[in-house]
């Protein structure tokens, strides 16, 4: 079976999809849901994965709210850049939208 994207850089560091979703509520303050703290910094995958988490919420078509226009999204997201989502990953994920 042929992997694509963040399952090649889970399965390359030996992270499974398990011990990721311990850290996708983590903020770049170090502090997340539920309230935890962690020492130094998260792997690369927990920062790759909170971005599009928080990007396909308002995206997506939910039956009680339509979706949000992709400038809008961003907008609202780049509110986040630095205190909830590493700088160079987001610009990199913006620029990948645009």
Known sequence: MREKGIEKILISEGITFGELKRFVYFLGTGTGYPKVRTRGPLHIASY??????????????????????????????????????????????VEILS
């Open 48 to 93: 790759m994965t909170q971005i599009a988490d928080v990007y396909d919420a308002p995206r997506s078509f939910r039956p009680y709210q339509p979706s949000i226009e992709l400038e809008r999204t961003l907008s609202i997201m780049g509110e986040g850049r630095g205190t909830e989502f590493e700088p160079g990953l987001f610009d990199n994920f």
